[in-house]
């Protein structure tokens, strides 16, 4: 599942939710495009993740 986190007066980041051990849980909350491990971990389809995901080395690549 797809969505963000927001604080009224604060801000907020998008989020990536996977079902983990029965339940759900989010496995990834950031400003930046999602984390290529992340997605490809939890398989996460272009269609709810997006076509970009980032490296560790600040790079971006296309997704899957």
């Known amino acids: 599942a797809a969505g963000t986190n927001f604080i009224p007066k604060c801000g907020g ?4 939710w996977a079902k983990v051990a029965g339940g759900w849980r989010q496995v990834w909350g950031q400003q930046t495009l999602p984390d ?28 899957p």
């Open 36 to 63: 290529c491990a992340v997605l490809e971990k939890y398989r996460f389809p272009a269609s709810v993740a997006g076509t970009q995901c980032g490296t560790p080395d600040g790079k971006t690549r296309s997704y």
């Open 13 to 16: 980041d998008a989020a990536l």
